[in-house]
C-alpha cells in the first residue's frame, strides 16, 4: 500500500514534545496534512553560485499557500486540546490566512490583525473567506503584534504567531523533510527573516534531527532581511519598514535573540537585499525553474546571489534554500515590476496564421 501523508503532527511525532504528540492529542490533532513540499534542484543557482547542488524547498504548496501551516497545524492543535474558544494572531497576511483556515477546521473563533493597508489580497481575501474576524490596525506589522500579545493576556484568547511555541515545533520539520531527501544536511541553508520564527525552528529542526542521529552535520544558517526593514542587519529597531516583500515588512522581529543564536551558533549570517534584488530573484524563480513565489519568498535566493557575487560561497557546497509563499498571494509583481511598466498580453483576432507569425512557429 503506498503511504498516505498524514500531515506533520502524526509524520513525526517522535519529535514532537509530548503536548504535541498525535497520540496525546487525540481528536484535537487539527491538520490540512501540510507538509512534504517539493524539494527541487535548481540548477541555474548553480550555474550562477558554484555550488554543487542548489535546491529549492517550495513551501507555497501547503495548504494555504504558505509554511505557516506548519506552524499552524501545533499551534491550533495545542490551542483546540486547551479548549480554547478563540484565536488571535498579528499578521503581515500568511499568518492570518493560515490562523483563518485551520480555526475553521478547529471550531475556533479567529481575529486577525493586519497593519492598515499593507496586505496583499491574496491572503487578505483568504482570512475573510474564512470568516475570521479581520481588524485593520492604524499601525504596522509590529504594533499588530504588540496588540494581539495584550488581548492574549488580558481576554481569553490564544495567541498562534511565532511567539507561540508549538508554532516552532511545527515549522522545525521543514528541516527533517529536508535531510529525509538529502540523506544529510545540506552545508547551508538561505531563508527570508521577518519576525524571524522561522529561521529560530529550522536550525531547532537541523539540531534535533543531528541529534537524533539523522545527519552528521548542521548547516550554516543564512538568513536575508529586506534592506528596509533589516533591524538585526542594522543591530537597531526599524521604525518605519518599508519594503515591496511586504511579507517581511517587520521592524522589530519577536524573536530576533533566537535567530542571532541560530545565526552565530551555525557560523552563518543575517544580511540584507534590496527590493530591485528581490524580485531579480523572483522573476528568476519563475523563469529559469518554474517556481512562483511571492517577493519576500525570494529574499533567500536574492541573498544567495548576492553572496555569490562576492565569491562568498563555497564550491562544491551543498545548499537549500526555503521560498516561503506561493506567487499567488501577491501576482501584481509578475505583470508589473518596481519602474511600474506593465506587462500586457498580445491581443490577436480569431485567426490561426496571426497566431503562429507572432508565435514564430
Ligand atoms: C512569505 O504572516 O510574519 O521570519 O505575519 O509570510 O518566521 O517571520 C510572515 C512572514 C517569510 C518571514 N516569507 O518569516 C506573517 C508573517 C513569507 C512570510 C516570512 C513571512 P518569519
Redesign the pocket.
Known sequence: MAHIWQGLLKEYEQYMPDYLKASTLGDSVVTMREGSTPFLRASFLEEITGASKVFVKYEGVNPTG???DRGMTAAMSNAKAKGAKAVV????????ASAAAYAVRAGLKCAVLVPDGKIAMGKLSQAIAAGAHLLQVEGN?DDCLNLARKLSSDYPVELVN?VNPARIEGQKTASFEIVDELGDAPDIHCL????????TAYWKGYKEYNEAGQSTKLPKMWGFQAAGAAPIVLGHVVENPETVAT??R?GN?ASWKKAEAARDESHGLIDSVTDEEILAAHKLLSTKAGIFV?P??AAGVAGLIKKAKAGEVPAGATIAITV??HGLKDPQWAVRGLDGVEVTPTKIPVDEVAAAKILDL
Open positions: 504558505s509554511f505557516k494572531c498579528a499578521s503581515t497576511g500568511n499568518t492570518s506589522f511565532s527570508p527573516v521577518g519576525n524571524a520564527g522561522n529561521i511579507a517581511i517587520i522581529p511571492e519576500a519568498s516561503t509563499g
